[in-house]
């Protein structure tokens, strides 16, 4: 006797996909706070870098681009793996990284050094003769990068840097892999439960872009309002 096979497009999968939403939106939150810490720390730690990469220090040009260079050629799930089981191996499980932790540390890692790469095009748009108008004024280098030449290249920034925070939303999804209760895990966690797959991930693929479409439509606005007033 032939085993019966569910049409896995069947309307009784979506309506038991519909009846466990809530399941899901806890996931979404949890997407939702890997990729607003993930982004504070790739801010920061893209500033930094893109200021030593423009900079005329060689050491530090050196160190920025060794960190992009590592992190921009190597998979983030295998950064994932190192922070997660090779930290506590280094540090004799004296430290032992949450799972939340490891997300924000390593997708903040990874974006951080796209965005070092953003900031870095951004400051290298300004002429170079502000820079030395300024120092020659008496500003510090510091407060010639912060005051002088960081706002007026935001303008040229905000573009890629919006299309990195649309990577790195979707780019949470690989914290699936360490078992963290993201949206990807949680999504894939039932789908194998309930042997319930394409409303699961189909429903997961719509959450992604509820999150990411706006966020891009808005860089889109962003570099369409930049050619117009260069243009102007």
């Known amino acids: 006797m032939l085993a019966t096979v569910t049409n896995p497009y069947s309307w009784e999968n ?9 399941t899901f939106f806890g996931g979404i939150v949890y997407t939702i706070a890997i990729s607003i810490g993930s982004l504070i720390l790739a801010l920061i730690l893209g500033i930094i870098f893109g200021s030593f990469s423009s900079g005329k220090n060689k050491f530090l040009r050196f160190i920025s681009r ?29 430290i032992s990284p949450s799972i939340f932790f490891t997300a924000v540390f390593s997708v903040g ?27 020659s004024q008496g500003f510090t280098a510091s407060e010639t990068m912060r005051i002088i030449i960081l706002p007026q290249a935001i303008p040229a920034i905000l573009p890629p840097l919006i299309n990195q925070l649309v990577s790195l939303i ?5 914290v699936a892999i360490i078992s963290g209760m993201d949206l990807m895990f949680v999504t894939k966690s039932w789908a194998a439960l309930n042997q319930n797959y394409i409303p699961a991930f189909a429903g997961a693929a719509f959450f992604y872009f509820i999150m990411c479409f706006p966020v891009a439509r808005l860089g889109r606005r962003i570099e369409e309002h930049n050619k117009t007033r260069y243009s102007a």
Do not use: D
Request: aromatic share 16%.
């Open 66 to 94: 060794a960190y992009v260079e590592i992190y921009q050629n190597t998979p983030l799930l295998v950064q994932f793996m190192i922070i997660y089981y090779g930290l506590p191996l280094i540090t004799h499980y004296v």
């Open 170 to 174: 979707k780019n949470t999804a690989t």
């Open 109 to 135: 890692l990874y974006h951080g050094a796209y965005i070092s790469e953003v900031i870095r095009s951004g400051i290298e748009s300004i002429p170079s003769g502000q820079t030395e108008a300024a120092l």
């Open 14 to 22: 979506w309506v038991s996909y519909f009846n466990a939403l809530p």
